[in-house]
């Protein structure tokens, strides 16, 4: 039996940032991974000879840059790179819109002068309301409690300081904010652009981990969501991990490790121990007993409450609530190994548009007629794809002259109809993803010479992300903010004494940002320190 003063269930980067941060403040923390690698989702690995990947997550702009900087990741191996051009968007007709740096505004007026006049301002807005929003990323919202006492002075103090940072809002931009919390990304693009590709910049963003229309009500917010990021201190850029997402969750593991966290791989948990109403250690699947004051979990909410928490230690409302928490973000996933560079018909031959995120989705009614396809049928029969080329700013993932591709392919159903198996349809909908990017660079299906392929089923069963949820649950209106991952527990305490949340299931959500696991140790820490000084 081994004892500790925090036992992190999960070395995702959440996971691992809140070690570093727990570890940093003195407490004794062991981070225990089922797999053989750290990183959760966020790791790289060889899928073809000679050709490595981020295997899941693939993109980076939402890692907060506190937790890098608090971290120290660059001194621990992580070094982020912009794209030379952000997005490039083809059409079947053959135009196409690339956005970037000293692009956008000229690209947009070969399609549309009046969205031209108009892109500048829009950005403007989503960037103004995000500015102020990023306060809220490292922190914890309000949280609903039942009785006067400590804890509800301390959600009085924190609803206030709520209302401080949204006091900065103009009037109008809280109506903007309104509106991108309760109606759909669509509606909204419709109002303000006439240009199908430009409006599909925009809305690839509200379906990303959505498995929705983006005219379902709330697709708005998740477009706003990730309007958050920023790479290297320039806001709303995307960039690359050289050596791949994993570099992530290696430079975390290196800094917790730094200030003595222990990390233990191929560690699967069975059961959270619970006694007197507390949580109060774990058992791994070979038996081993870790009992910790403080139990962290960085697992998708429904699976650490409905499969390692015993039924009868929590309560019967939090149980039933909790087993509803809706999974399913409608992502197929696939990494390529290529014998050369994809050359599209929009914009032939090698470019920095080759750098950026390829959307393969030229409108929003292509998207939406993807959802209902997927909801009928299991998958879209002309899914969304996003195509990124990493190995053009990174020659560490390939060999020289050949290339690797992420294919980030939306929309299919995490679970299909008629009790099928994603196991019995995984290589036909791969055939079809690569099909799709080989009508708009003709030649790629030819060009592919190994490839890897995780269907919704393959996510759940390789990273715990159930029914392939990228986000560990879905960014709807009831399960945001306070209500993340229920009213009464969005502030990273979980119904048990001693059990926390510190993964994506938790304010502010997911994408590979850090912040739950900053936030979850802000509360770990507070608890400690107020128990040591009684």
């Known amino acids: ?79 982020i790179v912009e794209r030379r051009a952000q997005n490039f968007l083809p059409a079947p007709d053959g135009s196409y819109l690339l956005t970037g740096e000293g692009r956008t505004r000229a690209s947009v007026a070969r399609l549309s002068e009046r969205d031209a006049d108009r892109i500048d301002a829009f950005s403007r807005e989503l960037e103004g309301i995000a500015d102020v929003l990023r306060q809220f990323v490292l922190r914890a919202p309000p949280n609903i409690v039942e009785a006067f006492g400590a804890a509800a002075i301390r959600e009085a103090f924190n609803a206030v300081g709520t209302g401080n940072i949204l006091r900065k809002l103009s009037l109008e931009q809280q109506r903007s904010l309104f509106d991108l919390f309760t109606r759909s990304a669509g509606e909204m693009l419709d109002e303000r652009f006439e240009s199908d590709l430009v409006k599909a910049l925009f809305g690839f963003d509200a379906i990303v981990g959505n498995y929705a229309s983006p005219y379902a009500a709330g697709s708005a917010y998740v477009m706003l969501h990730h309007a958050f990021g920023e790479v290297n201190g320039k806001k709303g850029v995307w960039g690359h991990a050289i050596g791949g997402m994993g570099a992530i969750g290696l430079a975390m593991a290196r800094a917790a490790q730094k200030h003595g966290a222990e990390i233990e791989t191929d560690a699967g948990v069975r059961e959270v121990i619970v006694e007197n109403d507390r949580a109060a250690g774990i058992i791994l699947d070979n038996g081993e007993t870790i009992r910790a004051r403080y139990v962290v979990s960085n697992v998708n909410p429904k699976l650490l409450y409905t499969r390692l928490v015993p039924a009868d230690a929590l309560p019967t409302a939090f149980l039933d609530r909790i087993s509803r928490w809706r999974n399913g973000s409608g992502t197929f996933r696939m990494n390529v190994a290529l014998r050369a560079l994809p050359s599209f018909t929009a914009l032939p031959g090698d470019g920095d548009h080759l750098t950026a995120g390829i959307i393969l989705a030229p409108s929003l009614g292509y998207m939406d007629r993807a959802w209902l396809d997927a909801r009928a049928h299991g998958w879209s029969r002309e899914p969304v794809v996003e195509v990124l080329i990493p190995s053009t700013l990174d020659d560490t993932l390939a060999p020289a002259g050949q290339h690797v591709a992420s294919l980030f392919c939306q929309h299919v159903a995490p679970e299909l109809p008629d009790r099928k198996s994603w196991d019995d349809h995984r290589e036909e909908v791969a055939d079809l993803m690569i099909a799709t990017v080989d009508r708009y660079a003709p030649g790629f299906a030819a060009s592919v010479i190994g490839r890897q392929v995780l269907s919704p089923l393959d996510l759940e069963r390789q990273f715990g992300l159930l029914g392939g949820d990228i986000f560990h649950g879905a960014l709807t209106l009831n399960q945001l903010f306070s209500a993340r991952p229920m009213l009464g527990h969005a502030d990273y305490r979980g119904p048990l004494k001693g059990l926390y949340h510190c993964g994506s299931g938790a304010h502010p959500g997911g994408g590979v940002t850090g912040a739950p696991g900053h936030n979850a140790a802000r509360a770990i820490i507070g608890d400690h320190r107020a128990l040591f000084a009684k």
């Open 1 to 79: 039996m081994n004892e500790t003063d925090v036992v992190i269930i999960g070395a995702g980067h959440n996971g691992l940032t809140c070690a570093a941060y727990l570890a940093m403040a003195g407490l004794k923390v062991k981070v225990v991974e089922r797999r053989k690698v750290v990183g959760g989702a966020a790791v790289t690995e060889e899928f073809h000879p000679g050709f490595r990947n981020s295997v899941a997550a693939y993109t980076v702009s939402l890692l907060n840059p506190k937790i890098i900087a608090d971290l120290r990741l660059a001194d621990h191996g992580l070094k």
